[in-house]
């Protein structure tokens, strides 16, 4: 291994021969290593991605498989003692069996595993949860359906509990967008004018992050959210709270904040429940206090974060809505961020 001013790019002690599957093996490990995760298919922490990971690893080891076979009759048959050795009628009964009886077998079993997992993944069953999700440019508008018939709003986090089947009814209020938990299951398109449905059923607790996967634009790399999945007790007293209307700021700064928020306008786009807060445009704050993370999976929710999104939010999010507010005093931002953060 040489390098264009001619220095070799092997590391110390080894010599060439040997440090190539020694590299090899590094970058192997260091691919795998990747593999696990928050956000990784495959490391799968429900019933649908857990499919798709078998699907994937039956798919590789038969493809590996093969190929190695192919390799090794290639060098064997490129050896030119062994080439006068092949006769015409064994050479045709090889382009039969290994150019079409074997392919065709093989590629058709591997076809019919795949098409087998179809039905389950699309068959909805008995599910204890209603989703409505909605990609916006770039956020996710979320939308639980309850069983009184009535609905609970949030954006980018989506909570649900271990073992539950839960599906999302997908929608789309601008461009095409992709709603993804890798994690969780496969991929499905929000396109608007047409509902689409995903079926989930987590079988571990834990936090997971999910992404859009279809290119929508500028911020489209920005358009994160977060998918804990908790007890079924933990996750009804999260859902009880989430309906309740927002609860009054209790310090100083946050009251101030409070007042700040609805005379600078921000009610004409977000909405907070109890309050007279309520536009459509942009995410429901009623408890964006509560959520991890701020600006679709951005920034950690803390205060500070809260103060940056206001200020330089074309700057975090290119191409975004919402227009910066850094226009305001320090300490005007600093107030509207202290009564978001409240927004428990
Ligand atoms: Cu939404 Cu990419």
Known sequence: MKGSAGSCLCPPGLTCRRAIPSLLLISTLAGLHGCDGPQSALAPAGVEAGQIANLFWVMTIAGGLIWVAVMVLVVYATRPRQRARFHPR????????????????????????????LPALRDPGDVALHITVSGEQWWWRVRYQLDNDESVELANEIRLPVGKKVEFE????????????????????????????LVLQPTKTGTFRGACAEYCGASHAYMMFDVVVTTEQEFRTWLDRQQE??????????????????????GACHQVRGTRARGRIGPDLTHVGSRLRVGAGMMPSTPESFERWISETEHIKPGVKMPSFGMLPEDQITAIAHYLSELQ
């Open 90 to 117: 064994s050479t045709r009964w090889l382009i039969v069996g290994a150019g079409a009886v074997f392919p065709t077998l093989v590629l058709g079993a591997l076809l019919s595993y795949g098409l087998k997992l």
């Open 170 to 197: 997908l929608e789309s209020s601008d461009v095409i967008h992709s709603f993804w938990v890798p994690s969780l299951g496969g991929k499905v398109d929000m396109t608007p004018g047409r509902r689409t449905r």
């Open 245 to 266: 209307p927002a609860s009054e700021p209790s310090s100083e700064i946050a009251r101030r904040g409070q007042i700040l928020f609805v005379a600078n306008g921000c």
